[in-house]
């Protein structure tokens, strides 16, 4: 029987069973079909409209407000750099050409901080936006924008000034796809007018995604109830100061201002006993509450920096170098967008000359440099939040002086779809009540524990709660010339607090730690949650004065490495963090450097960008040893330690070594850890693992190797050949039998997805929007950071987002490269035409100087001052 016949069989075959149905359910399945092909042919006339959203690049426009035209030149990806006479033209034409390329993300960031989710996306996002309107974002930066100096609310109002020019400019299909499938979906939406506060409140997600340590916090405390004090303290090694130097070697803080090289008293704070069955509930509904908040940036422990300067002694440049590589989460489009923002004639009246990297919705340059100076950021990872178990009694709660009165306010949440939903936000002294919140959403009974009849709960105090005009940090540093202009703008950097690397064209090189860090009372180390009954776990009214932050400035040796390592020696006298990064990859790019420096060794741009793609495994020199003593059975089975004796260490997308050493990594810590740990404990494998494993390696009967699900005892040996063996046979069904076919690359790919649409379950949306499939080197913690979570997968869950080499002696000379591309429109060329590059570790010319703009230049835009009119 032909294939047409069987076909018309199979159709006749379907046409009398449809016709033998219910005549309620014929109807139901035809209407459903019938909508089935509308959203097919209304998605399939989106992506025929996708290029009607591209931005214009040639020819003009008109742009109201301006005092004289502006020039928009773009190169061959697309990055613009943009030519003004005045700083309100050139933030106004910024906000412009940001709503041209990003608007859909800038709209869907400003409902996140808003806590406005819902009414794009429905219920679904209910949870995240009643835990953000809890905290009360939006409210902050509303209060924040009458903090903010003149000239930053000038450049705040004239950036929102340009973004509502292009939204009058165009109708809601032009500015984005995304808004067609929308429609599709019923929701009838026109955007708002863009607001100051919609950029200060993108501030509080940046702080918010670098907080610190308030997961840990949580998981110390379920720790200690699960395997007690001293084997959850086994889980956080102290940091290891002799064999990885923090940023600053020493200094201490001598009356009152911090001393670079000065020396002070050691100081260590334990791990605090447990916590109640009640308490360890309302903890744990936090953890879950907290988790369901949209990381805009990412989370997880892949979340962090590269960034080092070197002075011209030790370049081939005859100028400072400075390197950096912020890891952030992994999404479409890319964090960062490329920009160049330039005075014409650069004078008092018209400062600004600044090319880098910023955040679609923020005006001005979030790293970059300028003409006189350039700086890189990592985080710096204080503990500026911390979570307080509340005893609540109605509407009033518990302190050292007896109960209070709780602050109550009511929120309305409007849903897509849906009915409004009514939130009760409760707050203490210490700032907003979080547990319950859920339960609200979910209209069901307080689920917590107990204590005489009252409800525990717990509130979070947290810096960035408090109003602070961060954002005149951003504009004086666009406009800094030199060290002590630097160090002033810095000092406005509240939250998130950053490790700050500078070098400057007249050859300083140097360090800043900015941030509102709380000095806390002697009850409270930050490391678990505190009680907010108890006047010692407060915090004091006070924070760590910025003078006595660390900095350095033409250190001796010539560099400064800064990678989330700890910022100073244990002799420094304010409670930063016990919860640094262990300082595998600062302490990887300082021996990189020493060794190439060695005997009068000088380094060069390419060095430092070498230096970057570093994928060196950290703990491979400690653990494969171990695990090439293991005795397998000859053939089959030991097939894979063969692999590892030829392997070097290196995580390359192609190498073998670097899969089957990651994917018994993972088998390893599941062996281990998943039989005593519940599943929000699990391990990520990241580097606080690697201590923790390389500590227990030398342990072999230490109760962790032991299954407490099997009647024998097992010890490191068998957990090691397990995972041996493990890994064997997934590495034969993910990849081949044949290790001389396995690739780490197959395993750990980078899908980079929306964080709205992409997520929709709907296979053509995401089609739309998403993109993926390659194959990348690198791992956790190695300096090449491709962040994975051994608890999820090998999939890329962090990355560096960008990358970047700024040479001093000539700018027209220094490297870039981002994630993906400016343009967050899918049917753009833009869109990720940098991502190929990026993932085979190359970079892209950055000019600078106007002549070299001008060569690179294949678009160029004209947004026309418009005169007025007459009356």
């Known amino acids: 029987m032909s294939n047409a016949t069987s076909s018309q069989g199979r159709v006749r075959g379907w046409a ?6 219910p005549r309620a359910v014929r109807v139901t399945t035809y209407l459903a079909a019938v909508l089935a092909v509308v959203l097919v042919a209304g998605l399939l006339a989106a992506t025929a409209l996708e290029r009607r959203a591209l931005p214009q690049l040639d020819g003009s426009r008109e742009l109201p407000g301006l005092g004289a035209d502006v020039e928009v030149l773009r190169d061959e990806h697309g990055v613009p750099q943009i030519y003004g006479d005045s700083l309100d033209d050139l933030m106004r034409a910024q906000g412009y050409v940001h709503a041209q390329e990003r608007f859909f993300e800038m709209d869907v960031r400003r409902h996140a901080t808003a ?19 809890t905290m009360g974002w939006r409210r902050v930066a509303e209060r924040e924008l009458a903090m903010v100096a003149p000239a930053a609310r000038e450049a705040l109002e004239a950036y929102a000034a340009g973004v509502n020019a292009f939204l009058e400019q165009h109708s809601t299909s032009e500015i984005a796809v995304e808004y067609t499938v929308l429609r599709l979906g019923g929701l009838g939406y026109s955007p708002e007018e863009w607001t100051p506060v919609d950029s200060l409140a993108w501030l509080k997600a940046m702080a ?6 308030m997961g840990e916090e949580i998981a110390r405390a379920l720790a200690v109830a699960e395997v007690g004090v001293e084997r959850a303290r086994q889980l956080w090694p102290a940091y290891p100061f002799e064999e ?4 600053v070697g020493e200094g201490a803080v001598i009356d009152g201002v911090f001393e670079p090289g000065a020396s002070g008293p050691d100081s260590r704070n334990p791990m605090r006993p447990g916590y109640t069955a009640g308490e360890r509930a309302v903890l744990r509904e936090v953890g879950a509450s907290v988790r369901a908040l949209p990381a805009l940036l990412g989370r997880g422990d892949g979340i962090g920096s590269n960034s080092w300067v070197v002075d011209p002694r030790h370049t081939t440049t005859g100028g400072a170098l400075l390197a950096n590589d912020p890891h952030l989460g992994v999404t479409m489009p890319g964090v960062w967008m490329q920009v160049g923002l330039h005075c014409r004639t650069v004078s008092e009246d018209c400062p600004l000359d600044v090319s880098g990297f910023s955040f679609s919705g923020v005006p001005g340059v979030m790293i970059g440099h300028n003409g006189d100076i350039a700086w890189g950021f990592t985080n710096l990872g204080p503990d500026v939040s911390d979570l307080y178990l509340e005893q609540i009694d109605g509407g009033r709660w518990l302190d050292d002086r007896g109960w209070r009165p709780l602050e109550v306010r009511r929120e309305t949440i409007e849903v897509a779809g849906g009915d409004d939903v009514e939130i009760v936000v409760r707050s203490t002294d210490q700032g907003p009540v979080l547990s319950g919140v859920s339960d609200q959403i979910a209209s069901v009974g307080l689920a917590r524990g107990e204590r005489d009849g009252r409800e525990y709960a717990v509130s979070l105090a947290w810096t960035a709660l408090d109003p602070a005009p961060t954002a005149d940090a951003i504009l004086a540093l666009n406009l800094a010339t030199d060290w002590d202009s630097f160090r002033a703008a810095a000092a406005a950097f509240s939250v998130p607090a950053q490790n700050l690397v500078y070098a400057d064209t007249r050859g300083h090189v140097g360090y800043q730690a900015p941030g509102r860090v709380p000095v806390r009372k002697s009850g409270n180390d930050g490391t678990m949650p505190g009680r907010g009954w108890r006047a010692e776990d407060e915090w004091t009214p006070t924070s760590v004065p910025f003078d006595a932050l660390p900095f350095a400035l033409d250190p001796d040796e010539g560099f400064v490495v800064t990678a989330n390592q700890a910022v100073v020696g244990p002799g420094y006298p304010y409670h930063l963090t016990d919860d640094w990064d262990r300082g595998y990859r600062s302490q990887r790019i300082r021996d990189r450097l020493t060794d190439r420096l060695a005997d009068g060794g000088r380094v060069s741009a390419d060095d430092l960008l070498d230096i970057q793609l570093d994928r060196h ?3 491979a020199a400690v653990l494969t040893p171990y695990l090439l003593d293991v005795g397998l059975p000859a053939g089959y089975a030991s097939d894979g330690q063969r692999v590892l004796e030829e392997w070097d260490h290196s995580q390359g997308a192609d190498s073998a070594g670097a899969a089957y050493f990651n994917v018994v990594w993972r088998n390893l810590l599941e062996l281990t850890f998943h039989d005593e740990l519940s599943e929000e404990l699990w391990p990520d494998g990241g580097q606080r693992w690697y201590a923790v494993v390389e500590d227990l390696l030398t342990r072999p009967d230490d109760p962790w190797w032991d299954d407490v699900r099997t009647e024998e005892r097992e010890t490191r040996d068998d957990v090691l050949e397990a995972a041996l063996i493990e890994a064997r046979d997934d590495l034969t069904r993910l990849s081949d039998r044949d290790p001389g076919s396995w690739r780490w690359g197959q395993l750990h790919r980078l899908e980079l997805r929306s964080p709205s649409l992409g997520e929709s379950g709907i296979g053509l949306v995401e089609r739309l929007v998403n993109r993926g499939g390659w194959q990348v080197g690198g791992g956790s913690s190695t ?4 962040a994975w979570d051994a608890a999820e997968g090998f999939e890329v869950s ?4 960008m990358r970047m080499v700024v040479s001093l002696a000539d700018l027209d000379d220094s490297r870039w490269i981002s994630l993906t591309g400016v343009s967050g429109h899918p049917a753009s060329e833009h869109y990720t035409d940098q991502t190929d590059l990026w993932a085979r570790g190359e970079t892209i010319p950055w000019p600078f100087g106007r002549d070299e703009v001008e060569a690179a230049a294949e678009h160029r835009l004209v947004l026309e001052a418009v005169e007025d009119d007459e009356d």
Do not use: C, Y
């Open 617 to 619: 495994h950290p703990l």
């Open 798 to 801: 962090a990355a560096p987002s």
């Open 16 to 21: 009398r069973s449809f016709a033998s149905q």
């Open 115 to 133: 806590g406005r989710l819902a009414e794009l996306f429905g219920e679904k996002a209910v949870e995240s936006d009643a835990m953000v309107r």
């Open 208 to 213: 918010w995604d670098l907080r610190g340590n």
């Open 783 to 786: 300096v090449d950071a491709t």
């Open 244 to 247: 990885h130097a923090p940023i």
